[in-house]
């Protein structure tokens, strides 16, 4: 934490956790997006968190009658009565006990690896790491997850009051993490876990897709001496010989446009800014 005051300037250590909420862009999640595009936070900022979970609010007559259920007996009670006050138990665990726990755990308990949970992460990194061995291979998990799988498994471990990370820790741990993968890192397109969906906010799929379209757009204006062509002809061009689905391609050039590679010197024409571009 940075503090600028009464002519003090320093940088605090401050270890916290953050649990963060956020709707998407157009009201409803749309599973063929990255979740960069859904909820509109730069990659650079979503990548930051241990784990990412999409909540999907679909029908379910138990689950809505119990939310139901909790929302109107919360309702029932009386502003300055405490959950724990109330005749019937909403929680598993009492409110004041599960806070008492937490700061006793927080205060007393400082978990360390052991050897097995030390290997056992190892091996599920390196595992993810070598499904996909070619030169662009697709990348399942970085070097920063590793930091998050440590964290999260002496969470775990914590928890249970214990000193010592166990594999059954990191095991539980697994479980969490490839359903984050599965929520966040499933592209549609491939079939494949790709987390530059959210390192990146596209996946590599759409990468090389639009590197593909980049190529070929300069190679017809180059061959046209770089004059204003007709959209619609690239379009054609682009959709026959390159192959890609004309929704890909017309969000493509949209986002050229806003970005300034392209521009329009009159109305259904385009032309790159530069030609080094």
């Not at 401050?14 to 709707?23: E, K, P, S, V």
């Amino acid at each position: 934490v940075s503090i600028a005051k009464a002519g003090i300037v320093a940088t605090l250590k401050a270890q916290t956790a953050i649990i963060a909420a956020a709707n998407p862009y157009s009201g409803r999640y749309d599973r063929y997006k990255t979740p960069t595009q859904n909820i509109r936070l730069p990659p650079a900022l979503l990548s930051r968190f241990d784990l990412i979970f999409i909540v999907v609010d679909r029908p379910d007559a138990a689950a809505d009658a119990q939310m139901a259920e909790f929302i109107l007996k919360n309702s029932m009670t009386e502003p300055e009565d405490s959950l724990d006050e109330t005749d019937e138990v909403l929680a598993p665990i009492p409110t004041n006990l599960l806070k008492k726990y937490i700061k006793y755990a927080k205060r007393t308990c400082h978990p360390v690896l052991t050897n097995d949970a030390k290997e056992k992460i190892k091996e599920f990194y390196l595992e993810l790491r070598g499904q996909y061995d070619s030169e662009d291979a697709i990348i399942s998990i970085l070097a920063r997850n590793l930091d998050a799988l440590v964290r999260l498994s002496e969470a775990h471990a914590k928890m249970a009051l214990r000193e010592k990370v166990l594999k059954d820790d990191v095991e539980e741990i697994f479980k969490l993490f490839k359903r984050y993968l599965k929520d966040t890192g499933y592209d549609e397109t491939t079939g494949k876990i790709d987390m530059d969906r959210i390192f990146v906010g596209q996946s590599r799929s759409s990468i090389n897709k639009l590197e593909t379209l980049m190529n070929r757009l300069k190679e017809i204006f180059e061959d046209n001496n770089w004059k204003p062509l007709e959209k619609v002809n690239i379009f054609q061009i682009l959709e026959l010989e390159e192959n890609l689905d004309k929704k890909f391609i017309e969000h493509a050039v949209t986002e050229l446009l806003r970005e300034g590679t392209l521009y329009e010197p009159r109305s259904g024409f385009i032309k790159f800014t530069r030609k080094d571009d």
